[in-house]
């Protein structure tokens, strides 16, 4: 990486507002990239980690806005105009790491984008965002949705290479921007595979997430409900105050939890439950590391760790009923945990790194796409 080393690079963030697996991802780019400057909407420090705090963060004009609303969410029509306001005429390289706009940045550098996903809440994942159920809401998601599909599908032509962290997400990208991606899954991180192996597990089950409507929590709950099983949430989001309203006496939402939390909930626990349509799912990973089972739907991009009734149950369909019998089947059954830590560690942080150095080597080499 001698020659990067020689190069001005620019690392593009869609936020940086807290630590979650996208975070995790831009840890390890910018581990290869050590001397890059972080461009980012907007960035609320403290809420990120110190590895990632100690680059050069650069925001946009959104900054001081986004600390006076109550959700920053409420910007996204004004996000794409910020992001190609950068001026990143000085820099080599450009790697995005983006789920939302980063990717429609503006140079005439070879740029990379690690793509977690096109934007859910204008393509497929419509009404997950903007329900039925909160019409002004939705009024305003269907005036700015089509104008923002096109944005994203025009800039989506400013990306040299593509990298996907799913095949379900380069599938999505091939249909939502007619281009094609190598596919580099994420990592887990090695702190999971450091607890022992906990063979007899705690009569719970555990949901780890962000509280946000495509995770569809609130399909977690029903099936808690209907059948009597201890649930566990452990996450923060906007949706916080509309589950706890849902949640019944065996159902405890924790809010935000720390790291060691987090091993501790996932090695005790009978088995992470994923009720929504994951892009990859890294807390899968997470829980493989952990000897834990995966109990969600045979769908996105979970199945690509995740294998049905060696590592966890993959439904046909998801809704509380067959949640339910997910959820049993997985604590009746017995668990090869070993087998399941061995397979996490192909997933590895260092298997993660050399694929993406490589694809970074052939965008500089190739230099811009025609």
């Known amino acids: 990486m001698s020659e990067l080393s020689q190069m001005r690079v620019a690392v593009v963030h869609d936020w940086l507002t807290g630590q979650r697996g996208g975070e995790h991802v831009l840890e390890a780019i910018l581990e290869l990239v050590p001397s890059a400057e972080i461009f980012t909407l907007f960035h609320f420090p403290g809420r990120v980690s110190a590895a990632i705090e ?3 963060i650069r925001t946009s004009a959104l900054q001081a806005w986004a600390l006076r609303v109550p959700d920053y969410r409420h910007l996204l029509p004004f996000f794409p105009r910020a992001v190609e306001r950068w001026d990143l005429s000085g820099f080599d390289l450009v790697i995005s790491s983006s789920h939302c706009v980063a990717k429609g940045v503006q140079s005439e550098a070879p740029h990379l984008s690690y793509c977690h996903t096109p934007m859910r809440y204008i393509w497929d994942r419509f009404d997950d965002y903007f329900p039925r159920s909160r019409p002004l809401r939705r009024m305003a998601g269907k005036a700015i949705a089509p104008w923002l599909r096109r944005w994203d599908r025009a800039s989506s032509s400013r990306v040299d290479h593509f990298v996907a962290n799913s095949a379900f997400v380069a599938d999505r990208i091939r249909r939502f921007y007619g281009r094609e991606a190598e596919v580099i899954h994420p990592f887990v991180d090695a702190r999971f595979f450091e607890p022992p192996l906990r063979q007899n597990r705690e009569s719970f089950h555990l949901v780890l997430s962000a509280l946000v409507p495509y995770k569809r929590i609130d399909l ?17 989001g906007p949706g916080l105050e509309e589950l706890s309203k849902k949640a019944g006496p065996n159902v405890e939402l924790r809010g935000w939890v720390t790291d060691g939390e987090i091993l501790d909930l996932l090695s005790r626990a009978t088995s992470l439950i994923i009720p929504g349509i994951e892009d990859f799912g890294i807390t899968a990973l997470e829980a493989l590391a952990s000897g834990t089972p995966v109990v969600s739907i045979a769908a996105g991009g979970v199945p690509e760790s995740i294998v049905h009734e060696s590592s966890g149950i993959l439904l046909e369909e998801m809704n509380a009923e067959s949640l339910l019998g997910g959820m049993r089947e997985a604590a009746s059954r017995p668990w090869d945990r070993a087998a399941m830590r061995a397979r996490a560690e192909g997933f590895s942080r260092r298997r993660f790194q050399d694929e993406l150095r490589n694809s970074i080597q052939r965008v500089v080499a190739g230099g811009r796409r025609g």
């Open 54 to 56: 100690r680059h050069p």
């Open 220 to 236: 977690a709950i029903e099936a808690a409900a209907r059948g009597g099983e201890r649930l566990i949430i452990a996450g923060s």
